[in-house]
C-alpha cells in the first residue's frame, strides 16, 4: 500500500506563485509515476503534470511554461512548483501514483488519465484571485 500526503495549498493572488508537495510512504520503490490532478467546482478533473523514476515528465497545455513538476526519489516526494497562477488555476489539487514494480517509462502507460492510478492524496486547495 500507498499513502499519499499532500502539502497544504494556499491563496495568493493572480501572477503569485505556489510549490505544493506530495509525500509517499509505503511500498514505492522503483517503477512508479507521480502526477498533479485538480478539479474545479462545477469542472471536470483534469491532469496537471506527471512524472515518472525514469524522469519523463508531462503536463497538460493550460500550464506549460508556468509549472514545474520534480521529484526527489530518497524522500518520495514530488513537487509542483506554480508560478504566474492564474484565476482558473483555482482548484483543489490532487496528488495520485501508480505502481508497478520494475515498469519502466510508467508516464507513458499511464499519461495523465486519473482513473488508471492507483493510490491518491486527500487533496489541497489552491485559490488564486484577480
Known amino acids: 500500500q500507498v499513502r499519499l500526503v499532500e502539502s497544504e495549498g494556499g491563496s495568493v493572488q493572480a501572477g503569485g506563485s505556489l510549490r505544493l508537495s506530495c509525500v509517499a510512504s509505503?511500498?514505492?520503490?522503483?517503477?512508479?509515476?507521480m502526477a498533479w490532478f485538480r478539479q474545479a467546482p462545477g469542472k471536470e478533473r483534469e491532469g496537471v503534470a506527471g512524472?515518472?523514476?525514469?524522469?519523463?515528465?508531462r503536463y497538460t497545455d493550460s500550464v506549460k511554461g508556468r509549472f514545474t513538476i520534480s521529484r526527489d526519489h530518497a524522500k518520495k516526494t514530488v513537487y509542483l512548483q506554480m508560478n504566474n497562477l492564474k484565476p482558473d488555476d483555482t482548484a483543489m489539487y490532487y496528488c495520485?501514483?501508480?505502481?508497478?514494480?520494475?515498469?519502466?517509462?510508467?508516464?507513458?502507460?499511464?499519461?495523465?488519465?486519473?482513473?488508471?492510478?492507483?493510490?491518491y492524496g486527500q487533496g489541497t486547495q489552491v485559490t488564486v484571485s484577480s
Open positions: 495520485a501514483a501508480a505502481v508497478v514494480n520494475g515498469g519502466r517509462h510508467l508516464l507513458g502507460v499511464f499519461g495523465l488519465d486519473y482513473e488508471k492510478y492507483n493510490f
Open positions: 509505503g511500498s514505492i520503490y522503483s517503477g512508479y509515476v
Open positions: 512524472i515518472d523514476d525514469d524522469d519523463n515528465i
